[in-house]
Every structure is written in structure tokens, then in C-alpha cells.
């Protein structure tokens, strides 16, 4: 058999032969497959590195991730250095490289890169060791060095893969040829992630030590270093486990740091013998209690200003800008209201004492400055602010009526209706608090002392236009308009239901406890108007000043006019409705209950404001929805008074409230009345004698309204917000209240919040108040 048969025969085909006949034997077929790799190898590798260096050049810097540059905007209390809290998407304060100490740039660079200052900004094995990770279906590692660290978070995203690790490298290195390394590492420490919500080395060094960057210890700045790596299972609050494994990557930082030769190995096993220590810091949510009705209210003041410049604050800048942002709130103050209500705010004796809340706040006479406001709840449970979204004002707004008819000519001297009830053209009826009479002819000063509604009806009817001079009087004073206009001051700067109605001066209009401060702060400001405000300045980062208020005074009364209704509001503390819970211990003060009734005749909010020549504060106290009834829930007091008396819960409250606010101010006293004698068309009783002071008094009217109530609450609270709110809610109401002559109903509660509602007020102390309209009376 042939040689050619004999292959055939055991292999099925003939031998390869070579060249020159013979067959090849298995060296050759192993050169010639190596030879065929290397070839392949090489053109993959040029078509890697072309490919590569093609990606390079069309690959462009993309714009940073937009939350990754933001700063928080910080906000202050009054004067600029304590802190009130922060607008953030992310909570950072970026700071230049010099501002850090080398303490934590060394120990950084040390346990995340220590080549960082020679290398090229990437790290080809961790290239590699992703690209095969991934190719066997493994997951990547890090090893990332820090230019690529600070890319991946300022350009990319947290995908897990080699093409993310390819794009990441092409960018490292544009950056590295863009940036020098003191510019990649300042980038890097303000933006990387600390844990605790703190982005960027200033924030972490807050957040953990309490203090600013520049004073961190070489222990401190080890720690901050270890827990950048892991901060998710390295925060020492997180308890042993987290402490022993924080323990751990510290001892390595302050190893790597002397190894490379930043500290000696005496100072590194000095440090390393223990972790430094960790302040408590109260884990306070950003809008927990009533710092978030601050904020809120921040926020919105702003968002309808302007800046120096003439554009307008946007939200963005807000949340993300880096502003510095100083308010006129006193943390003094801001306690004081909150002890107060805490002290005086009735919680047993009576159902669903949650559903019971205060709004409160203090204004500067003279400025204008809201120094402090109670809100009601915490912010994180209802968003509803109650000093802002206010409630129907009854008698305290009576002020505003006396003003006007001093300045139209009449005189604390000059006497009116006092009987009950006084019977209108329409047949309609006015009523004084439990249907009391007081004569045909009291003074101004009794009207105001004692809260006489007829009284007060018929200063408004012998007035010509009573109402709209009321109404123009309150607004001069400090009281919005009805409708809201950009040009409008006022927080809110709307009044729904200021309408031009006989009944004006009995307040069924919607009036905030901050308008109503400030409009009493211009009669203890000797008749000078100052517009409510709550931001005082804002600069930018870098110090320059985008805004400052600028404080204006207007003229609404003359000093006199001003001194006259002041006595006559300081007899109701010291002899009327308020004397009981009002006065101070120190000082003379002056003031005025109020009561509102909706229709039915049911008391639905109840209210205590007044002043000295240093503060205004208002009180008010409200049900539910805002129109819950309050006589017959609210238990009487030890003193004997009803809950819903003005004189009762709001006047202890405010009390409380201006005890705290006045501890360590001087004693000022309030001035003595002028009695204006205006030209007035009724004349003067020529034989009046000016009230003398007296101990005795008559307290307010113990027994309930003698009308039954016909509307009852209609909501009780329902579950309620337990996330922190990213948006301020809508306080007041936005449709027109129903207006007859003698006031107003609102027909829209605020709309945010299952347990309020703005309500409607007629007396100083409750009773019944006609829901009927009112005409004029003719004139004496």
C-alpha cells in the first residue's frame, strides 16, 4: 500500500504537505498560529489605541451634573451669625483650596491616590480589570484614582461598566490637560459625598465636628477622609460595628499619610491610638418645629423681591445659589413665643385639644421688623402658618375705627349709642356682647374699654363714608387691602373681606396676627407706619450684596391722634376686657380683645393684641379648619372667665408671650392722651371729665352667647404630612367672601391643611352678632 493509501486509510484525508513536499510538522502549525495571533493582536490593539484616540477627539467635556455645582443658600437669624437654616438640593459650601488645611488634602490624596500629583489622571488597571470583570459577568471594582472619582461624579453616573469606564478615562484625561491638580482636588473636596447629607469637605467638617474646614484636627481630618470611601457604613453614629470598621480605614489614612511622608510615625501612632471625639450634634430635621414656617416664609418674601441689580430672586437661586440670606428674626423672641403658647395654651378639659391652634407674632414699632412669629404646629405636620393665614379679626380691629374718627374730627370726649340693640333702617339689629346696655351716650374711651358694638356702629354711621375712611385708615396703618396687588406691603398682603360695609369696624374681614402687629405697632410708633418685613439683606457667596432693606415711615396719625387711641386701648388691659389676664408686671401696655362670630352666631376665633412703645404682638386662637366653634369647647378658666373670651387663653397667651419678650428691656412708658378736640359736627360735651384711674373694673360677661350655634365644624384633622414639604402652601383664601353690610363670611379656607379654616369675629367678647345687613343710622 502506497504511503498516500496508508493516510487515507487512518486519517480519511492526505497529509499537508510543505513546500517542497514533506508534511508540516506540529511546531510549524503552533509557530504559524502564533505568528496569526500576534498579527491579530496587534491590529486589535491598533484598532483599540485608534479607536481610543477617535473617542478622544470627538469626545467633549459634557456640562457638569447640575445639583454637583449648587451651594446651599444659607439663612440667618437677625445680625448675620446664627443660623436659622438652609435652601439646598445639596447641602454645600464650597470653599477655595486655600481654605483648607493640609491635614485633610494630605490625607486624601494619601488613601485614595497617592500618585495623584505624578500620574496621568487615570488608572489603566482598573480599565482593564473592568473590562474583564464585566466580560465575565463579574461586577467592577474601584481603585479609581481621584480625577476619575471626580469625574464619575461631576460628569457621569454610577453605572457599573467598562463603557462608563472608558468614558470616564477619555474625560480624566481632557481634564488633567485642562485643570491643574490643585484645581481637580479643590473640585473633588467640594464635591464629593461625606455621609450625613454633607457634600464637600466645609459641609462635612459641619456636620461631624461642628465647625468650619479650616479648623479641623489631623485625627478629624483623618476621619473625614476614612469615611469619603464607605460613607454609607463608616459613620462612627452608626453604632460599634460602624465604629470598629471606621477605626480601621482611620489607622490606614494616618499609616498611608506617614508612609508617604506627610506626618512622622510617632505623630501617626500617636493619632491612631484613638478616634477623636464626636460632638452631639441634635439631629434637627431642616423644617422641624417652627423653623419651617420661617423658612416658608423666607422663601416667599423672596421670591417677589428684586435684587439691586433689578432682576428678581428665582427659585433656583434660592435652593442652590450660595445666597446669604439675614432675616429680622431674634431667636430671643422666636422663644418667647414659643414658651408663651406652650405656657398658656389650654391642652385638657376639652376634646381634641389638637385641633386647637395659635398663630402669634411680634413686629419692632418703628421699624416695621417681624422679630418673631408661632405658626402652630410643627411645620412637618401641618404647613399651614397661623400667623399669616390669620382668621376674621372681631373687635380688634376697633382700633383702626377709633383712629378714624379722631382724625375725621371727633374726640375721645364725644359720646354714642350704647344701648343694646340699636335698630337699623333695614330693621336689621346690632347687639352689644351678652345684650348689654351702657346708656345712650358713652365716650369713646368706654366704647373702646368695654368693646360696645352699637358704640361703634354709630361712630362708623355719623362719619361721612364711615366705612371707607375705616378702611382707608387701616390700610395706612398697616392693614393690606382686600384684593392682593404686587404693590401691596403687608404679610399676607391681601385682606379678604376688608369691604366698605357698616359692620367694618366690628372685623369680620380675614386680618394675619403679623398685619395686625404691625398696624398696632403704628399707634405705639406715635402714629408712624412702617411696612411688615422679614428679610433684611442678601449677598452672595462672595459678600457682595444682591439686596438691603431699605426702611421707610409714613405718617398715618399725628403723635396726638396716635396718643389717644393708645389710652384708650390701655384702659381695656388695665379696667376693660383684658385686665384680668393682660397686664404686664412691669410696664403699661396697651391693647384690645376680640371675638368673631360666623352665621348662626357661633364664636369661631378669639384674639388678644397689643403693645408698648418696644413691641406689637397679636394672638390669636382658632378650631380646626379655622372655623370651628369655640364657646362651649374650650373650658372656662380658673378665673371664671369662658374659654372663648378673648380676655381668657389669647390675653394669658399674649402675656406670656411679652413677659419673655421684655425680660431685661428698659421700662418705657406709653403717652399720655392729648385729647384731640377735632372739629366735630355733633360737638363736644363741654361738661366731660377725663376718666381718672381706678382699681375697680368690670370683667368681661360670663355667660355663653345667647344665640344657639347652628354650624358646627364640619372637618376634623386627617392625616397629615410627615415629609419634610419642598413647597409653601397656599394660606390664604383666594375666593370673595360673601359681604352684606355688616361683614363678610369667607367662602374658601386656607388650602393646605386638614384642621383650619379662617373664620369671622364681630365683639370684643363674644355674643351674638347679627349676620344681617346693617344701613346707616341717621345722624344726631
Not at 484636627?217 to 463608616?234: C, F, K, Q
Request: aromatic fraction near 8%; glycine fraction near 10%.
Amino acid at each position: 500500500m502506497s504511503w498516500s493509501e496508508l493516510m487515507r486509510a487512518r486519517f480519511g484525508r492526505p497529509p499537508k504537505k510543505t513546500g517542497d513536499g514533506a508534511p508540516r510538522t506540529w511546531k510549524q502549525r503552533l509557530r504559524k498560529a502564533f505568528v496569526y495571533a500576534t498579527v491579530t493582536a496587534v491590529v486589535l490593539a491598533l484598532l483599540g489605541i485608534a479607536g481610543f484616540v477617535y473617542l478622544y477627539k470627538t469626545t467633549d467635556i459634557p456640562e457638569p451634573n447640575a445639583e454637583f455645582l449648587t451651594n446651599a443658600s444659607v439663612v440667618y437669624y437677625d445680625g448675620g451669625k446664627e443660623e436659622l437654616g438652609r435652601y439646598a438640593l445639596q447641602n454645600r459650601d464650597s470653599i477655595p483650596l486655600e481654605d483648607m488645611p493640609d491635614n485633610i488634602k494630605q490625607a486624601v490624596v494619601a488613601a485614595e491616590d497617592q500618585s495623584f500629583y505624578t500620574n496621568n489622571g487615570i488608572d489603566t488597571k482598573g480599565i482593564l480589570r473592568a473590562f474583564f470583570n464585566n466580560a465575565k459577568g463579574g461586577s467592577t471594582q474601584g481603585a479609581s484614582t481621584i480625577t476619575q472619582q471626580y469625574v464619575k461624579i461631576l460628569y457621569l453616573n454610577q453605572e457599573r461598566s467598562y463603557k462608563r469606564k472608558v468614558k470616564e478615562a477619555i474625560l480624566s484625561l481632557k481634564i488633567q490637560r485642562e485643570y491643574s491638580k490643585d484645581e481637580v482636588l479643590e473640585g473633588y473636596l467640594n464635591t464629593i459625598y461625606f455621609g450625613r447629607g454633607a457634600y464637600g469637605i466645609q459641609a462635612a467638617s459641619d456636620v461631624y465636628f461642628n465647625k468650619q474646614a479650616k479648623d479641623l484636627t489631623l485625627r478629624e481630618a483623618a476621619v473625614l477622609a476614612s469615611v469619603l470611601n464607605d460613607p454609607n457604613d463608616l459613620d462612627p453614629a452608626d453604632g460599634k460595628e460602624a465604629r470598629q470598621a471606621l477605626k480601621g480605614r482611620y489607622q490606614y489614612v494616618l499609616e498611608s499619610m506617614a508612609g508617604v511622608g506627610n506626618i512622622t510615625d510617632e505623630e501617626a501612632e500617636e493619632a491612631a491610638a484613638r478616634l477623636p471625639k464626636f460632638p452631639e450634634i441634635p439631629a434637627e430635621s431642616t423644617y422641624g418645629g417652627q423653623r419651617g414656617h420661617l423658612l416658608a416664609m423666607v422663601k416667599d418674601q423672596l421670591l417677589g423681591m428684586f435684587k439691586v441689580d433689578g432682576t428678581p430672586f428665582t427659585e433656583d437661586e434660592i435652593d442652590g445659589g450660595g445666597l446669604r440670606i439675614t432675616t429680622t428674626f431674634q431667636p430671643r423672641i422666636m422663644t418667647a413665643l414659643e414658651d408663651g403658647v406652650a405656657e398658656a395654651k389650654p391642652t385638657e378639659g376639652f376634646d381634641k385639644p389638637k385641633t386647637l391652634h395659635v398663630g402669634a407674632a411680634t413686629v419692632e414699632p418703628g421699624t416695621g421688623a417681624l422679630r418673631g412669629v408661632y405658626g402652630g404646629q410643627d411645620y412637618l405636620d401641618s404647613q399651614i402658618n397661623w400667623a399669616t393665614a390669620g382668621g376674621q379679626a372681631g373687635s380688634t380691629f376697633k382700633p383702626f375705627a377709633l383712629a378714624a374718627g379722631i382724625n375725621d374730627g371727633y374726640a375721645l370726649t364725644d359720646t354714642f349709642e350704647g344701648n343694646s340693640p340699636i335698630v337699623l333702617e333695614d330693621g336689621s339689629e346690632v347687639e352689644n356682647q351678652g345684650d348689654t346696655s351702657y346708656g345712650s351716650s358713652v365716650d369713646l374711651v368706654q366704647a373702646t374699654e368695654d368693646s360696645i358694638n352699637t358704640a361703634y356702629i354709630d361712630l362708623t354711621v355719623r362719619m361721612d363714608d364711615g366705612p371707607e375712611k375705616i378702611i382707608a385708615m387701616a390700610e395706612k396703618m398697616g392693614i393690606p387691602p382686600a384684593k392682593k396687588r404686587p404693590r401691596n406691603g403687608g404679610i399676607p398682603n391681601a385682606t379678604p373681606g376688608l369691604e366698605p360695609v357698616t359692620g367694618v369696624a366690628l372685623g369680620s374681614q380675614t386680618v394675619s396676627p403679623v398685619n395686625m402687629a404691625n398696624g398696632y405697632a403704628t399707634i405705639a410708633a406715635e402714629g408712624q407706619a412702617s411696612g411688615v418685613y422679614v428679610v433684611e439683606k442678601v449677598t452672595d457667596r462672595d459678600g457682595d450684596v444682591l439686596y438691603q432693606h431699605k426702611r421707610t415711615r409714613t405718617r398715618a396719625l399725628s403723635a396726638d391722634e396716635a396718643a389717644d387711641v393708645s389710652f384708650a386701648m390701655q384702659q381695656v388691659v388695665e379696667a376693660g376686657s383684658g385686665s384680668t389676664n393682660a397686664p404686664l408686671s412691669d410696664r403699661e401696655s396697651a391693647g384690645k380683645t376680640g371675638t368673631a362670630t360666623k352665621t348662626g352666631g357661633a364664636v369661631s376665633s378669639s384674639w388678644f393684641a397689643g403693645f408698648t412703645p418696644q413691641l406689637s404682638t397679636a394672638v390669636m386662637y382658632v378650631r380646626g379648619t379655622g372655623n370651628g366653634q369655640l364657646d362651649g369647647w374650650l373650658p372656662t378658666s380658673e378665673d371664671g372667665l369662658e374659654g372663648y373670651f378673648g380676655g381668657n387663653y389669647p390675653a394669658k397667651t399674649w402675656n406670656a408671650i411679652m413677659e419673655r419678650e421684655h425680660a431685661g428691656l428698659p421700662v418705657e412708658d406709653l403717652p399720655e392722651p392729648a385729647y384731640v378736640d377735632g372739629d366735630n359736627p355733633d360737638g363736644v360735651d363741654e361738661d366731660y371729665v377725663p376718666p381718672v384711674e381706678t382699681d375697680t373694673f368690670e370683667p368681661e360677661p360670663t355667660q355663653q352667647p345667647t344665640r344657639e350655634p347652628t354650624e358646627e365644624p364640619t372637618e376634623e384633622p386627617t392625616e397629615e404630612p410627615t415629609q419634610e414639604p419642598t413647597q409653601e402652601p397656599t394660606q390664604e383664601p383666594t375666593e370673595e367672601p360673601d359681604c352684606g353690610l355688616l361683614g363678610c363670611e369667607p367662602t374658601q379656607e386656607p388650602t393646605q391643611e386638614p384642621t383650619q379654616e379662617p373664620t369671622q369675629e364681630p365683639t370684643q367678647q363674644p355674643t351674638q352678632q347679627p349676620s344681617a345687613a346693617a344701613l346707616r343710622r341717621e345722624r344726631d
